[in-house]
């Protein structure tokens, strides 16, 4: 199960850096750039709306938020930003040594 979790953790560390080269890009639309704003400030926001001191579901909201929301913004970026961001992905986590396949 640990492992499971370590291989979800990774990818979903990997795709949060596709989504900020995207959103860096100078190719992507304004409206994706909004959209991957408002999912962060959501985030990082004290105004949830479950809020964060109830201690397991107030965590469980932001969670299913960035789960569902990053896929989704990846979904709707244009081909070209999105493979270049992938490729900037790749060559940045490359050099992390808990990011590679160990």
Do not use: C, N
């Amino acid at each position: 199960m640990f492992f499971r979790l370590r291989r979800l953790f990774r990818s979903a560390g990997r795709e949060f850096v596709v989504l900020w080269y995207a959103f860096r890009h100078p190719g992507t639309p304004a409206g994706f750039k909004l959209l991957a704003l408002l999912l962060g400030l959501y985030v990082l926001s004290p105004i949830d709306l479950v809020p964060d001191t109830i201690p397991i579901l107030g965590w469980i909201d932001d969670v299913t938020l960035i789960a569902f929301g990053i896929p989704a913004l990846l979904k709707l970026a244009p081909a070209g930003a999105l493979q270049d961001a992938r490729l900037a992905a790749d060559r940045l986590l490359s050099r992390w040594a808990p990011w590679r396949g160990r």
